[in-house]
């Protein structure tokens, strides 16, 4: 009688997580700013040249839709130079970039080279940061700006004019859009939607575009900065031994007082990140225990709230379930069980109608919770002992 008393509290518990969750995600993400969903007319006037860096290892799977949606997304005659910067890619990425990168003007290929030995250059620091240092045409390097894409995005047309216009309206010296989080594997639909939640409310958007306030969270996938202020911070060179070196770069932006725009971009950036799992598997074993700055504390508790919020209300159902089958049916963990799975259904029903997320597999949710439930530990024991702690099968340790 103790463990049921204890249960259906526990139960109810995940209930009123699930009603604060809801709430949460609509104050934060629902109401979050976003970068307007209206192209602007033109491009600004103020910007001199624009350079747009892509770095690639092995991205053949990627890089020709990427830079197919980018070529559409540039507006005609604009100052833009396109970099796509291998990294000693063994696939076909080269061969494939190149093709289109012959009917794109002002695009063209640049292999980085080795890594220098005796340097720690963790993931894309280094193609990134050679194709930064590439020389520019003469102007201010407060109106040239660069922008670093990942090949796994795919712009919409009017995104770069809509971007640039933003960032030159709020003075921003980093500008980076949340994309929307796209799913095609069964892995991302149970996985992704969950990552995408505890994002929302663990880097607040609003918090890290206040000045005030030290959170600081950008997006990699879409970094768009002025020049003058990547300069300033000392760009990839600065955070080359860094994974996570989007959360490093806003924090070096906002640690030196320059302004720091991080918006919504849903309306105009897609982004799949994986396409299998075990690719999400490497990827979220990669940055989880990194994003919780190597806290033990916030990683326990990460997989104990999402064990919670995602797991437990089927539980809860399973067991109300079975005590009805034995004769000793419990209403109190009934109604729990089934308000709980209901409000699963209505976090996935709430991004549906904010974000236009399918509501495939939501079903599976205690699935997703856990897989995460195994990716935690396996992020901290990576990240702390090095094995097995990789990026498309290159060490990170």
Not at 145 to 159: E, Q
Not at 371 to 386: E, F, H, M, R, Y
Request: charged letters at 15%; hydrophobic letters at 50%; aromatic letters at 10%.
């Amino acid at each position: 009688m103790v463990i049921v008393t204890a249960w259906i509290a526990l139960s109810w518990s995940s209930v009123a997580a699930l009603l604060g969750l809801l709430l949460a995600l609509e104050r934060q993400l629902g109401q979050a700013p976003r970068l307007a969903a209206s192209a602007p007319q033109g491009w600004p006037d103020t910007i001199q040249a624009m350079r747009v860096v892509i770095p690639v290892y092995n991205e053949q799977e990627n890089i020709v839709s990427c830079l197919e949606a980018l070529s559409a997304a540039l507006p005609p005659d604009a100052p833009v130079q396109v970099l796509v910067a291998d990294d000693g890619s063994t696939d076909m990425t080269v061969a494939l970039a190149q093709s289109l990168c012959d009917q794109i003007c002002g695009a063209r290929v640049i292999s980085v080279g080795p890594r220098p030995e005796h340097e720690r250059w963790c993931g894309k620091n280094w193609p990134a940061s050679i194709a930064a240092a590439q020389p520019w045409a003469e102007g201010d390097p407060a109106h040239q700006w660069i922008l670093f894409l990942d090949a796994d995005v795919r712009l919409r047309p009017g995104a770069l004019a809509a971007a640039l216009t933003e960032a030159s309206r709020s003075g921003s010296d980093l500008l980076s859009l949340a994309p929307r989080l796209e799913c095609g594997c069964l892995a991302e639909w149970l996985v992704q939607p969950i990552v995408a939640a505890l994002l929302g409310l663990g880097f607040p958007i609003r918090r890290s575009n206040d000045p005030d306030d030290p959170t600081a969270f950008a997006a990699g996938p879409f970094m768009l900065f002025r020049r003058s202020a990547y300069d300033a911070v000392g760009g990839h060179r600065a955070v080359a031994d860094e994974v996570v070196e989007d959360l490093a770069l806003a924090r070096r932006i906002k640690g030196q007082g320059l302004t720091l725009r991080y918006l919504l971009g849903v309306d105009w950036v897609d982004l799949r990140m994986y396409r299998s799992l075990a690719a999400l598997w490497e990827g979220w074993t990669k940055n989880w225990f990194l994003g919780l700055d190597r806290d033990l504390i916030k990683a326990a508790g990460s997989v104990a709230v999402v064990l919670l919020l995602f797991a437990l209300p089927w539980l809860t159902l399973l067991s109300a379930s079975v005590l009805f089958l034995v004769g000793a049916p419990s209403p109190a963990l009934t109604w729990a069980g089934l308000l709980a799975v209901a409000l699963v259904f209505g976090v996935r029903l709430w991004s549906t109608w904010r974000f236009g997320t399918p509501l495939r597999f939501w079903w599976l949710s205690w699935l997703g919770a856990a897989l995460i439930a195994l990716i935690v530990p396996a992020s901290v024991w990576k990240t702390i002992t090095g094995r097995g702690w990789t990026w498309r099968g290159r060490s990170l340790a």
